[in-house]
């Protein structure tokens, strides 16, 4: 049985950002906490920084949102900004709730058609989960099921691709997908990063998006 979630839950966040000015043609992130705690400035100067400038993005990422509370804030938070492209942090928080990877692959393909209707050139980036020691074996299970999914169903979609972080995350590629020896960028919770570490993500992702974008690799 799925476990619905409050979709008035993360208001206080998200009131935050509607007095905001409505930057359109941007970059949007949109997803969970992974986007908001790097924060709206911060990741802001952070990618523009480490893309020359190149790359301007607002990040809408607020809690630990799932991909229901991700289509209930898409009227605010999505359309009014006209994204020229989105990158799309979801999956973990759904099948930790308890949803299936089927359903959550089904809502984030809504989502996805849902802008591609809104915004026909818009090209779209999302991420696989990636790894974490934080994971159970049986949620290791769901994930690798749902980033299965996301291979099988999302990325042949028109205007869409995969963007793995798991890169990132290790030295050794030979240790990606072990869940072992990851690089000491983590806080305690395994799924966030430390202060420091967020430029180096800049660094990491600031230039993939930005050759996509300018390739139109997708």
């Known amino acids: 049985m799925r476990n619905f979630v409050d979709l008035h839950r993360y208001d206080a966040t998200i009131n935050d950002y ?30 523009l920084e480490a893309t020359d400038g190149k790359l301007e993005t607002v990040n809408h990422g607020f809690g630990g949102a799932t991909i229901d509370e991700l289509l209930y804030n898409y009227p605010r938070l999505v359309a009014p900004y006209a994204p020229r492209a989105m990158v799309i942090r979801a999956g973990y928080n759904e099948l930790n709730r308890g949803q299936s990877p089927e359903e959550a692959v089904f809502l984030l393909e809504r989502l996805l058609q849902w802008a591609i209707a809104d915004f026909p050139a818009i ?10 020691r934080r994971a159970s074996d049986e949620l290791q299970e769901k994930i690798n099921a749902y980033n299965a999914l996301l291979r099988e169903r999302i990325e042949p979609m028109a205007q869409v691709s995969l963007l793995d972080l798991n890169p990132f995350f290790y030295d050794d590629p030979a240790d990606i997908g072990t869940r072992q020896n990851f ?22 992702l600031g230039p993939k998006i930005l050759e996509r974008l300018e390739n139109n690799n997708f």
């Open 18 to 47: 509607l007095p905001l000015p409505i930057r359109k043609g941007k970059v949007l992130l949109y997803g969970s906490s992974f986007f908001r705690v790097w924060g709206y400035e911060r990741s802001r100067d952070q990618l």
């Open 123 to 132: 090209q779209i980036m999302v991420f696989p989960v990636f790894d974490t």
């Open 183 to 204: 690089r000491d960028v983590f806080i305690s919770d395994g799924l966030h990063l430390q202060d420091d570490a967020y430029p180096q993500m800049a660094a990491f």
